[in-house]
């Protein structure tokens, strides 16, 4: 039978997820300046947990590893669910979270399994598949940061995947040179072939140029599509996690411009959203205003089994932990989770946090 960790273990095990947020999520953190203090410990759980997941993947080395590292990851899911987490604190945090916040078990499944795909170095043939990928690694954060907000209706989470999956894109569109140094190619398949690149070849010696920028202004085109699609979302987020939320939006949304500033070229650049217009950024998240049309839209197909899964995980189903393991209040946005998931440690790895 599980044993209920002491209140001190708790107290550990929080600061343990907020440090992993002040080492390299400044971007999360300057969207997190909106917010009370109250409302961050379940972000940082989750948070905690799927970096904790991708970096366990990604240090893996060899293809063997990277595999046998997910199987892994996968009995820590089942465990957190069973209510036995492994003795870490990220996986005691996250076990918190689900079991507080009814977080019905296919949506860190969805994510695993996004990191799986990574695991056998998978490339999408079209924009539809790469989606599917967005959706397990990026829809999958964004709806359970809703659910840990108390918002559940599909329409809003759907929303919540569309940001998700617009932030994972950007990503993607930004990282395209690391990705490639790293053996890793998500552009579309047959955008590339549209643009006369061959695949392999760029793999083999990344440079950027016309073509490749073509492409680039392509995915960027998509994600601003979808977070035009997102923003009827944040109107029906909590109050107090809106200015957060929109912030979020409008800082990745940013690092799209600034891959356009930069030419289209991520391979040789790496786009970055300075200080001063972060601070400027969060401002006009702030700043009160009316709530766009479009939250009924339906969501995108490869989303859709994630707001079912939720659909089917009604609250009442939440199993609940001690009462001083009920992690307080709502959440911010994943904003830097989903970068982190796509970013390697600063100066110590390949890519270098913002």
């Keep these: ?22 080492a390299g999520s400044k971007s999360f953190f300057a969207a997190g300046l909106l917010l009370p203090a109250a ?18 993947v990604d240090e893996a080395g060899t293809r063997t590893g ?23 604190s990220a996986d005691r945090a996250f076990a918190a979270v689900v079991a507080a916040h009814a977080i019905p078990e296919a949506l860190p499944r969805a994510l695993i399994e996004g990191l799986a795909w990574d695991a056998h170095g998978r490339r999408y043939a079209t924009l539809a598949e790469l989606h599917a990928y967005a959706a397990r690694v990026a829809g999958s954060v964004g709806a359970m940061m809703a659910l840990v907000m108390g918002v559940r209706d599909p329409d809003a989470l759907a929303r919540a995947c569309d940001l998700g999956a617009a932030m994972q894109l950007t990503n993607i569109a930004r990282d395209v040179g690391e990705d490639a140094r790293m053996g890793r190619l998500y552009l579309p398949l047959d955008w590339l072939a549209e643009a006369g690149i061959d695949p392999d070849a760029f793999l083999a010696d990344p440079r ?20 035009a699609r997102a923003e009827p979302g944040i109107a029906r987020l909590p109050a107090r996690c809106r200015p957060a939320i929109r912030a979020a939006a409008l800082i ?10 930069n030419g289209g070229d991520s391979v040789t650049r790496r786009a ?38 939720v659909s ?43």
């Design 272 to 309: 970055r959203v300075g200080t001063a217009r972060k601070l400027a950024l969060l401002a006009r998240a702030a700043a009160p205003r009316a709530a766009p049309r479009g939250l009924a839209l339906p969501p995108l197909p490869q989303t859709a089994f994630l707001i079912e899964a």
């Design 66 to 88: 990277r595999i046998a590292a997910v199987a892994r990851l996968e009995r820590r899911v089942a465990r957190a669910y069973a209510g036995d987490p492994a003795d870490a």
């Design 39 to 56: 409302v961050r410990a379940p972000a940082h759980g989750l948070y905690a947990f799927c970096r904790l997941s991708d970096d366990l």
């Design 208 to 227: 950027p140029g016309p073509a490749l920028a073509g492409v680039v202004d392509r995915l960027l085109a998509e994600a601003d599509r979808l977070y």
């Design 1 to 22: 039978m599980p044993v209920s960790p002491s209140e001190p273990r708790l107290s550990d095990d929080r600061a343990a997820c907020a440090a992993s947020i002040r």
């Design 312 to 354: 089917g995980y009604p609250p009442r189903a939440a199993r609940r932990l001690p009462s001083w393991w009920d992690l307080t209040g709502r959440v911010v946005h994943v904003l830097d989770l989903i970068e982190r998931l796509r970013e390697r440690e600063a100066f110590g790895r390949t890519g270098v946090a913002p």
């Design 252 to 261: 990745y949304a940013e690092i799209g411009r600034a891959v356009t500033a």
